[in-house]
Structures are given as structure tokens and as C-alpha cells.
């Protein structure tokens, strides 16, 4: 097992990529700690995770949640060995019509609560210890409507890469996992929540289009990125944006829908040069 003994917390671990990790760190040995700010969700993911995790009702993007929580964590499980601050919001933000509340609540809970839980967590650490942040391909993409959340995920990079470096004297290495399109509740929330399954079944295709591998990642394909970077496979990796998307933003080419325009004009000059022979 390549967590065996360890002790891991990570926050939005009720649903999606955070619960795919928790059951893959468990399945690997470590005793995890999730939160989450659903309690009914929570007690599921406990419920079916076992006895080898616990749950807390948190809002990190709230002082007193944290402090709380960091005291709960020092009384149950005394330190930590892995952070995985996954916990995370979308929003729309399009440029000349974004409440400035919205903005600032993506800001909020996206990068600063993701910096103030590994800061009240750092002193629970052992050192060789690991931190992964959940970044985003939203760094790279330049989607219109997204500036928050474009802006934090790009900020999660260079936060981890300082922390990494304030980390260093204890060897506790600092990374970020960047998915790109992945199969979670996230996408059936905001403005997509009403989408009919006409609507939903379009977007899942044109993003599916826009990647090399012609699908969308599922949560169990991050999570075992995420067990990468929190275990000693890579314990020579420090401070680097570990992008988990199926080639998209880095192979853009080879996605089906670019393909599809590049076949036809590729085989008329296959044609062209037969005949010229």
C-alpha cells in the first residue's frame, strides 16, 4: 500500500474528485479526514468510506470553521502527513456585467481559503510531508466567463510554487493536479443547473470533441494523480502543475473536432500529390 500509516485531509472530500481521492487513499492505507459543507453528503461519503475516515462540516472560506477544524484534526488524528486543498467553486464572471460580490467570492474560496488551510495545516505536518492544491486547465484555456476562476487557478500555480519554497527546510513538497473536463457534480451547478439533458448531453459532446483522447476524464483518473503526488512515487517532485486533461491543452491538434477540418484538406493533398506523380 502506498499510503500505509499515512494521514491525509482533504477538504471538499463529500463529492466528486475529493471523494474519488478519499476512497483511493483509503484503499492505499491512510486514515483521511474530509469536509465538506453538506452534512447529509458528508455522512454519505463517511458512511460508505469506513472506518478509516472522518468527517467534518467546514466552510473553509470561514475563519472560525478553519480554527475549528485544525483543533478537531489535533485532538483526532494528532498530525497529518498529505493536504489536499480541493475544495472549490465555479461562477460566471463575464467582463462589463459581474457583481463584484460574485468575483470576490470565487477569489475567496478558490485561493484565499485554499492558502489559509494549508497555513493552519503546515504546523500539523510532519516534515517529508505533501501538499496538493486543485488546480484547473481554466490557467491555459482563456474561456470567456470565467475570469475568477481562470485568475485563481493560475494564482494556485504560483502560491504553490512560494509555499513549496517556504516549505523546503522541512521537505514537504508542494504541487498542483490541473484536470480538465472530468465527470463531477460541479458541472450540474450555477448556470447549468436547470440545463434539460438535451443541453447537457450537447456540452458533455463538444467538450468531448475538444479533447485528443475524445472523452471527459472521470474522477478516479485525478485521484490516482493526486495519490502520484501525495506518495513517495514522487517524492522528487516539487513545485510543478501535474495537468491531467487528456492531451487538450497540451496536444490541441489531435482533438476529434480539429481533426475532422484537418482530414479532408490532408487527403486532398495526398490526392494532389498522387496525380502529380
Not at 466528486?16 to 478519499?22: K, P
Not at 491512510?30 to 468527517?55: F, K, M, P, Y
Not at 434539460?196 to 485528443?212: D, G, R, T, Y
Amino acid at each position: 500500500m502506498k499510503l500505509a500509516g499515512k494521514k491525509a485531509l482533504i477538504t471538499g472530500g463529500n463529492s466528486g474528485i475529493g471523494l474519488a481521492t478519499a476512497r483511493l487513499f483509503v484503499a492505499e492505507g491512510a486514515q483521511v479526514a474530509i469536509t465538506g459543507r453538506d452534512q447529509n453528503t458528508l455522512d454519505e461519503a463517511v458512511a460508505e468510506l469506513g472506518s478509516s475516515a472522518r468527517g467534518y462540516r467546514v466552510d473553509v472560506t470561514i475563519a472560525e470553521d478553519r480554527k475549528q477544524l485544525f483543533a478537531a484534526l489535533a485532538k483526532d488524528f494528532g498530525k497529518l502527513d498529505i493536504v489536499f486543498a480541493n475544495a472549490g467553486i465555479s461562477g460566471r464572471t463575464p467582463t462589463g456585467s459581474t457583481d463584484e460580490a460574485i468575483f470576490e467570492n470565487v477569489i475567496h474560496t478558490n485561493l484565499s481559503a485554499a492558502f489559509f488551510t494549508v497555513n493552519s495545516a503546515a504546523p500539523l505536518l510532519n516534515d517529508n510531508g505533501s501538499i496538493i492544491f486543485s488546480g484547473s486547465v481554466h490557467n491555459y484555456l482563456g474561456q470567456p466567463g470565467v475570469a475568477a476562476y481562470a485568475a485563481t487557478k493560475g494564482g494556485l500555480v504560483s502560491m504553490a510554487r512560494s509555499i513549496a519554497a517556504d516549505l523546503a527546510p522541512r521537505n514537504i513538497r508542494v504541487n498542483v493536479v490541473a484536470p480538465g473536463a472530468i465527470k463531477t457534480p460541479i458541472w450540474k451547478r450555477g448556470p447549468r443547473a436547470n440545463a434539460s439533458a438535451e443541453e447537457s448531453a450537447k456540452l458533455a459532446k463538444a467538450f468531448s470533441s475538444a479533447v485528443p483522447q475524445g472523452r471527459w476524464g472521470e474522477p478516479e483518473e485525478i485521484a490516482k494523480a493526486v495519490l502520484f503526488l501525495a506518495s513517495d512515487d514522487s517524492s522528487y517532485v516539487n513545485a510543478v502543475e501535474l495537468i491531467v486533461d487528456g492531451g487538450a491543452t497540451g496536444a490541441p491538434f489531435g482533438a476529434p473536432i480539429i481533426q475532422d477540418v484537418f482530414r479532408p484538406l490532408s487527403s486532398a493533398a495526398k490526392s494532389a500529390e498522387a496525380h502529380a506523380d
